[in-house]
């Protein structure tokens, strides 16, 4: 008997389950390589280049601070600017780091997450955090 009164919320369920899409600024971090190694006496020299798209469909403003923080091992270290990004647009930080040459290769975890700061800025300006950080072993 409530089979009938089920039904309609058997087929609303995969609605409700499903992401809308991003009404907004949606900034997130598509990927992160290695793009030099080097070694020079007994040092390694490692570039690593992050990518970061605004996937939303609205423009950051041209006031916002953005940056992506690197964290090696754990430890913040470092920080690296980003401009506002329109709708669509990318943009690419590098990282550089030094180990030595004795070191063991890929013993290196680094996570880059986008931060924000909005002190002036009305209004959420990342629809979400998802796609917010990337890790990489290096």
Do not use: W
């Amino acid at each position: 008997m409530l089979a009938p009164f089920l039904l309609p919320f058997a087929f609303a369920a995969p609605l409700i389950a499903a992401n809308s899409p991003c009404s907004g600024p949606h900034p997130i971090i598509t990927g992160a390589e290695l793009q030099s190694h080097t070694t020079n006496g007994k040092l390694n020299q490692f570039v690593v280049a992050v990518h970061v798209k605004n996937a939303g469909t609205k423009g950051q403003p041209s006031n916002l601070l953005q940056s992506v923080e690197v964290l090696q091992n754990g430890d913040r270290v470092d920080q690296k600017g980003l401009p506002p990004l329109r709708p669509g647009q990318t943009a690419t930080v590098t990282y550089t780091f030094t180990r030595s040459a004795g070191a063991a290769m890929h013993t290196t975890r680094l996570t880059f997450m986008l931060a924000q700061r909005t002190y002036a800025i009305p209004g959420p300006q990342d629809c979400s955090a998802d796609n917010d950080s990337f890790r990489l072993t290096v």
